[in-house]
C-alpha cells in the first residue's frame, strides 16, 4: 500500500468555498473521531480542522501521468467542531443564541444534516448519552431562563414527530399518524427530557426527519419556538427498491430545504416550501423574525470522502 504522507501535495490552487456568513442563518460543521472498525483496518483520517473555521480535506488523486497526489480543499464555516469538541461546547456555538433568540419572541430553527453514522443523532438526540446532546442542553437552559423575572410568565410546550411518507407521524403517541401537531406542556426540565426521550424511542428507519418543537407561549398565545430537526441521512441512493419511495421523498425535501434557505438568504418573496411536506411544516423557520443554524456532520475517514464531499458543498451552498 502506498502511504499517503510519500504523496507529493497537487500543485493545482485548491478548491475553495465560501458559506453565507450573515447571523440569521448560520452553517457549522461537525467531525466525529474514527470509530473502533475504521481504526482496526487503518482508515486514514482526511479531514484536518485547521482553526474553528476553516476545515481542509485531502483527497487522493490520481494525475494524467498516473502518478498519485493529494489534493487539498479548503472549507470556510461559522464554526467548525473537532472531534474534541464536546457537546456543551457546541450546544453554546449553535443553540443557544437560538434559544436567547426565541424568548425574544423568535423561531428559531436547528437542523443537522450528513452522511448516515456521520454523528447527527449524537449532536441533536443521543439516547446512550442523553445528557450531552443539544435538546438536553437545551432542555435545561429553558427552564433555568424561565427563572428569570422577565420570563416567569411562560409555560414550555412540546411536540415531537417524524415525517415518512409525506405523512407527520406523533413520536409521542405510538407514531399515530396526525393531520394537526399535538402539544404537551413540559412543566421542568426532566419532564421535557422524557418527552425526548420518549419520542426517541419511537422512531423509524427511512423517515425524512424527525423534528422536536419547543414552544415557549404565554396563556396560550404563542411567544418564541426552536426546532430541532434530525434529517435523515443524504447518502441514501435508490438502489434499495423497497423504499424507493422514502428516499426519493428524502431526496426531494433535502434538496426544497436547500432552495428555501438559499431563498431566504437571498431576501426573495417567494420561499418554495409548498415543495416538500420537510419544508412545508417548517414554514415558520422561512419567514419574518426567523433564524436558522445548519449543523453538518462528517465522518472523517477516506472510504466515505464522496458523501463528505457532498456534505460540505451541501452546507456551503
Ligand atoms: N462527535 C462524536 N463523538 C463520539 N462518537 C460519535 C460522535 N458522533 C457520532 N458518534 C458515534 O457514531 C455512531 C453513529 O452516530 P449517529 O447514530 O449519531 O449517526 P447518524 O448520522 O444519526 O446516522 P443515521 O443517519 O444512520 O441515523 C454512534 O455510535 C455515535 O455514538
Redesign the pocket.
Known amino acids: 500500500m502506498v502511504r499517503c504522507k510519500t504523496l507529493p501535495t497537487c500543485k493545482k490552487q485548491p478548491n475553495i468555498f465560501y458559506p453565507q456568513q450573515e447571523d440569521d442563518i448560520r452553517v457549522c460543521v461537525?467531525?466525529?473521531?474514527l470509530?473502533d472498525n475504521e481504526i482496526l483496518i487503518n482508515e486514514r483520517d482526511i479531514a484536518d480542522i485547521r482553526n474553528n473555521y476553516t476545515l481542509k480535506i485531502d483527497k487522493p488523486r490520481t494525475r494524467a501521468n498516473t502518478r498519485n497526489c493529494i489534493e487539498r480543499h479548503s472549507f470556510t464555516f461559522n464554526e467548525v467542531?473537532d472531534?474534541d469538541?464536546n457537546g456543551n461546547e457546541v450546544f453554546i456555538k449553535t443553540a443557544l443564541p437560538l434559544i436567547k433568540f426565541i424568548f425574544n419572541g423568535g423561531k428559531a430553527t436547528c437542523f443537522?444534516y450528513?452522511?448516515?453514522?456521520?454523528?447527527?443523532?449524537?449532536?441533536m438526540f443521543?439516547q446512550?448519552?442523553g445528557k450531552y446532546c443539544l435538546c438536553a442542553f437545551a432542555a435545561q437552559n429553558i427552564f433555568t431562563s424561565l427563572k428569570e423575572e422577565k420570563n416567569s410568565h411562560l409555560e414550555v410546550y412540546v411536540a415531537f414527530y417524524e415525517i415518512y411518507n409525506k405523512q407527520l407521524h406523533d413520536l409521542l403517541d405510538n407514531r399515530k399518524k396526525i393531520v394537526e401537531l399535538k402539544e404537551r406542556q413540559a412543566k421542568n426540565d426532566i419532564n421535557l427530557l422524557e418527552f425526548i426521550k420518549l419520542g426517541n424511542t419511537n422512531r423509524s428507519?427511512g423517515s425524512t426527519g424527525a423534528i422536536l418543537q419547543i414552544i415557549l407561549k404565554h396563556k396560550n398565545e404563542f411567544h418564541g419556538k426552536i426546532s430541532f430537526v434530525?434529517l435523515?441521512?443524504n447518502d441514501r441512493e435508490l438502489s434499495d427498491m423497497k423504499s424507493r419511495y422514502a428516499i426519493m421523498e428524502i431526496n426531494q425535501s433535502l434538496l426544497t430545504l436547500n432552495e428555501c434557505i438559499r431563498a431566504l438568504d437571498q431576501n426573495k418573496k417567494r420561499i418554495p416550501f409548498r415543495n416538500s411536506k420537510l419544508t412545508q411544516v417548517l414554514e415558520d423557520s422561512f419567514v419574518e423574525n426567523s433564524r436558522i443554524c445548519i449543523i453538518a456532520?462528517i465522518s472523517p475517514n477516506e472510504s466515505n470522502i464522496r458523501h463528505t464531499f457532498n456534505t460540505l458543498r451541501y452546507a456551503c451552498r
Open positions: 461537525r467531525k466525529r473521531p470509530n467542531f472531534e469538541d443537522v450528513g452522511q448516515s453514522g456521520s454523528g447527527k443523532t449524537f449532536t443521543d446512550k448519552y428507519t434530525d435523515a441521512g456532520t
